[in-house]
């Protein structure tokens, strides 16, 4: 278990939670919710998802939008923009990002906005600017225009993913779902992740939503196991009562939470208990290679991305 030094302020709530610490910042600064914004509906929605964490964690948000300007080089020619057509990009950017600021500040949620201009090249110098502004959480729209589309199989999106120091919290031009009131977090017992685990307890404490531990036994359907139904039974017992001496913390500070084992190939696992207990979160571990360690990771997170159809939360894990 973490001991509440989280760099992000979610995460360290929550390890402040499993610790009895006191509930702060880091270092005692305004937590910061980074937007990566394409003026798509996709990003609207996590605009959207954003104010509505930053308004209970008391964070200021940024909007980013980078716009790249660089040459693009095509077989036996390159092509330049000319001074008035970055001008009108300029311009029309500008507009876009004053008119998401006047719509955040239309909910009246009091969430401090600002918004960030700059020229660059994906994912590159997506990611620099996000470590320049210390952000607490990254916030992106999924199956939006250009840069965005595609899901995390876009090469940008794919890179925010796995590469951000910071928790990304990726959403869908849907938007969220306010009947949803869970928060689900796979674990893979005796490595558990607390970056992920934190950012789950802190996020669920957060918005008053139910942390919902979830752990899938690989490689086996629970009803392909047939006469194995004993050890299936055997193992599910096993792993309840981890979870539950996982969980204790927790519900010793009056969360609510749950745990559930499952059996079968993780990544539709996760995406089926998602859906079967409405998860409004789904938060996992991941590393920055797409390895596979220590967790429910990498590639699986990314097929939770597309399989689930909710709101992914991916957290960086160190490796070791």
């Known amino acids: 278990m973490n001991d509440g030094s989280n760099r992000n302020a979610i995460g360290a709530r929550g390890a402040a939670l499993r610790c009895g610490l006191a509930l702060t910042a880091p270092g005692g600064r305004k937590a910061t919710i980074v937007v990566a914004t394409d003026f798509s509906k996709a990003a609207d929605a996590a605009i959207d998802a954003a104010v509505g964490i930053a308004a209970k964690l008391d964070a200021r948000i940024v909007l980013l939008h980078l716009l790249s300007i660089a040459p693009i080089a095509h077989a036996d020619f390159v092509w330049v923009p000319t001074a008035d057509e970055v001008e009108g990009w300029t311009r029309k950017s500008e507009a876009s990002l004053r008119a998401a600021i006047e719509r955040i500040h239309a909910r009246e949620t009091g969430v401090e906005v600002e918004s960030v201009l700059a020229d660059g090249i994906m994912p590159g110098d997506l990611l620099d600017a996000i470590e320049q502004r210390a952000a607490d959480l990254v916030v992106v729209g999924t ?58 307890v802190g996020l669920a404490s957060l918005l008053g939503s139910k942390l919902r531990l979830l752990y899938v036994f690989p490689g086996a359907e629970e009803v392909d196991l047939g006469d194995g139904g004993d ?82 939360v991916t957290c960086r894990v160190a490796d070791t």
């Open 231 to 312: 050890m299936a039974a055997s193992i599910a017992t096993k792993a309840q009562v981890a979870l539950e001496q996982l969980a204790d913390p927790e519900r010793l500070r009056d969360l609510q939470v749950e745990s559930v084992t499952r059996f079968g190939q993780a990544a539709r696992q996760i995406a089926n208990e998602a859906n079967a207990c409405n998860a409004g979160y789904i938060v996992m571990g991941t590393h920055a290679r797409g390895f596979v360690k220590r967790t429910v990771t990498g590639s699986v997170a990314e097929d939770v991305l597309q399989l689930a159809g909710r709101a992914v």
């Open 143 to 200: 199956h939006g225009r250009g840069f965005w589309s595609n899901l995390v199989l876009g090469s940008v999106a794919r890179a925010v993913v796995r590469q951000s120091s910071v928790p990304v919290l990726t959403v869908r031009p849907e938007g969220m779902d306010p009947e949803s009131t869970t928060v689900l977090v796979p674990v893979e017992l005796g490595k558990v992740v607390d970056e992920a685990l934190d950012f789950a």
